[in-house]
């Protein structure tokens, strides 16, 4: 499964309080004139209705409190004399005038609320073509994921993921587009599109990223002549300097046979048991190649990196947006610490699950950025189960829920 996440949040004030705020202010300036009667207070009383249109922004309110208002001017004007009573009238001139533009107001507001909860909805089904939830299983492997997006109220970014079965065995592939946002979502389809294809059509890594890397300049070449259509010839635009990917391809077979290229991103994590106990580890991969769009012939001919996963060992990817994340006061995230806690929290059963571990990282990354990353976060878990787990267990890895 993926969980994607849309960091925002605005902290305000309690939903109670926004109603009762207009009472509590009318209250506040009839105790201020009878404490100080030569003082001209009650004007003060138009006030309410733009409290109400500004606090709960609903039409009812405003007219609530306006008739709150005029109650009170009313009770304040009875033995005035006939000048006084003139300003109570101006006053209640006011306190209308007050209540038509905030009811107005409220309208528009309902209408852009409206407009915008559509806008959410169209960008959660445009997730869901993009970044399509991820299977528990795929050919013998426990497969889990997180993904936060830095933008506020979005829930697609620069990061890309995918997990497929193919005749090949399980392949997988996780980039960073270079930015994050709206602007990088054209580029995370066209690649998104082009891997599952290639990844069932390619018998070799290599060929798969020979496609996705001709389907990037394919892309921006297309792009460029959209935005530049004084421009006849395509061909002589030069995209790869304006946008490239950081990249990684694994490829697991039933056995556990593990291959990857790695085209400048961040080196994966190997959690589980092994000779060396199971603390996490970052699987060496040697030298990466150039980030995808700027690769040229021979790069694209490197060999595949060649390793094992052993029965128990999960592998962990994820986007530089996760170890480059800050806190508040600057400091980096603490990732082979954090991934460790997280393999603790993660036991089910006595081994690690991937579900859990997914989550357990992923909420420690918030945690630490206070809740709102500065770049989009994604991270893949592919998890070698030793052996099936009772049922109980396998109900709760597929949950989310640790279980010790």
Do not use: K
């Amino acid at each position: 499964m993926i969980r994607i996440r849309a960091v925002s949040g605005v902290p305000g004030l309690p939903a109670v309080l926004l109603f009762v705020l207009p009472g509590v202010w009318c209250g506040l300036v009839l105790a201020a004139a009878s404490v100080a009667p030569g003082v001209r207070l009650l004007p003060a009383l138009a006030v309410a209705p733009a409290i109400a249109c500004v606090g709960s922004g609903r039409r009812q309110c405003v007219l609530a409190s306006g008739a709150t208002a005029l109650v009170a001017l009313m009770s304040e004007a009875v033995g005035q004399s006939a000048r006084e009573a003139e300003e109570s009238l101006g006053t209640a001139v006011a306190v209308l005038a007050v209540v038509g533009l905030c009811f107005w107001m409220a309208g528009r507001r309902a209408g852009m609320t409206a407009e915008l909860e559509r806008t959410r909805e169209i960008a959660v089904a445009t997730q869901r073509v993009l970044l399509r939830p991820l299977p528990a299983r795929v050919n013998g492997y426990a497969v889990a994921g997180e993904y936060l997006s830095a933008s506020e109220g979005a829930r697609v970014g620069g990061d890309l993921y995918e997990v497929l079965a193919t005749p090949y065995g399980l392949r997988a592939v996780l980039g960073d587009v270079r930015g994050h946002g709206l602007t990088a979502i054209d580029s995370v389809a066209a690649l998104l599109g082009g891997f599952r294809e290639a990844a069932h059509d390619e018998p070799e890594l290599t060929g798969v990223l020979a496609r996705l890397d001709r389907s990037l300049h394919r892309h921006l070449r297309q792009r460029s002549c959209a935005e530049h259509p004084a421009v006849a010839d395509a061909e002589s635009q030069n995209p790869v300097a304006e946008e490239f990917v950081t990249l990684l391809l694994v490829q697991l077979g039933d056995d556990g046979t593990l291959e990857s290229v790695n085209c400048g991103h961040p080196q994966p994590y190997v959690v589980g048991p092994d000779a060396d106990g199971e603390r996490p580890r970052p699987l060496a991969l040697g030298e990466p190649l150039p980030p995808l769009g700027l690769l040229d012939d021979a790069d694209r001919a490197t060999p595949a990196h060649h390793g094992v996963l052993l029965p128990g060992q999960a592998l962990v990817l994820h986007t530089d947006g996760l170890q480059d994340a800050r806190s508040t006061s600057g400091t980096f995230f603490p990732l082979p610490e954090a991934m460790a806690a997280a393999a603790a929290i993660a036991r089910i059963g006595g081994a690690v699950a991937a579900a859990p571990l997914a989550r357990a990282l992923s909420a420690a990354a918030l945690r630490h950025t206070g809740g709102r990353p500065t770049d989009d976060i994604a991270l893949l878990v592919l998890h070698r189960q030793a052996a099936p787990l009772p049922l109980r267990h396998r109900r709760a890895a597929l949950s989310g829920t640790p279980r010790h």
